[in-house]
T-cell receptor, first 114, second 118 residues
Framework: AQSVSQHNHHVILSEAASLELGCNYS??????LFWYVQYPGQHLQLLLK??????LVKGIKGFEAEFIKSKFSFNLRKPSVQWSDTAEYFC????????????FGTGTRLLVSP | GAGVSQSPSNKVTEKGKDVELRCDPI?????LYWYRQSLGQGLEFLIY????????KSGLPSDRFSAERTGGSVSTLTIQRTQQEDSAVYLC????????????????FGPGTRLTVL
């Protein structure tokens, strides 16, 4: 079965620090990849997605992610975090052959101190 | 435009009672999904509806769980004889369409229903 691993469960950074959150998935076929964010008290929102094409994907709020097929990875990055980036981040995958069930990682809680 | 809405936002029930959770997808979205977010378990897929096709129920954890979607729009998730382990946030998502072998549409999530079983 498809699985998604997020290795960092809790990350604490100071403002202006760089961020990289790891995401690895297990499926070897065609995949679609997503990062969702859940700000405190809010619902899940899409940060960015990869379907095909350029493996470096840019999303909202200065986030980007790179799909590295050989490593089964889709790490999320931001060069300079802000206090408002404090949230929980979820990596998700679905198989690219039609059925759109999302398989989520367990999430990473990011705390950015001002 | 309006997003996915869910009701109630919070539900507290006693063990053994039945509960119904409602989801209103984004207008025009043909696909609807239910997920469950449990403490320490992350987000788990429960069930998926696409148009008039038979739903995929492969994620339902037991036969106490069922869902229906009326008129291709509103969906209700029913949990019978609730147990304490059913306590979680139940999330609904919708997407515009399903395409084979190519781009898939993004799932947009509702705010969830927080279910507490005492």
């Amino acid at each position: 079965a498809q699985s998604v691993s997020q290795h960092n469960h809790h990350v604490i950074l100071s403002e202006a620090a760089s961020l990289e959150l790891g995401c690895n998935y297990s499926y070897g076929g065609t995949v679609n990849l997503f990062w969702y964010v859940q700000y405190p008290g809010q619902h899940l929102q899409l940060l960015l997605k990869y379907f095909s094409g350029d493996p470096l994907v840019k999303g909202i709020k200065g986030f980007e992610a790179e799909f590295i097929k050989s490593k089964f990875s889709f790490n999320l990055r931001k060069p300079s975090v802000q206090w408002s980036d404090t949230a929980e981040y979820f990596c998700a995958v679905n198989e690219g052959t039609g059925f759109q069930k999302l398989v989520f990682g367990t999430g990473t809680r990011l705390l950015v101190s001002p | 435009g309006a997003g996915v809405s869910q009701s109630p936002s919070n539900k507290v029930t006693e063990k053994g009672k039945d509960v119904e959770l409602r989801c209103d997808p984004i207008s025009g979205h043909t696909a609807l999904y239910w997920y469950r977010q449990s403490l320490g378990q992350g987000l788990e897929f429960l069930i998926y509806f696409q148009g008039n096709s038979a739903p995929d129920k492969s994620g339902l954890p037991s036969d106490r769980f069922s869902a229906e979607r009326t008129g291709g729009s509103v969906s209700t998730l029913t949990i019978q004889r609730t147990q304490q382990e059913d306590s979680a946030v139940y999330l609904c998502a919708s997407s515009a369409r399903r395409k084979w072998g190519s781009l898939t549409d993004t799932q947009y999530f509702g705010p969830g229903t927080r279910l507490t079983v005492l």
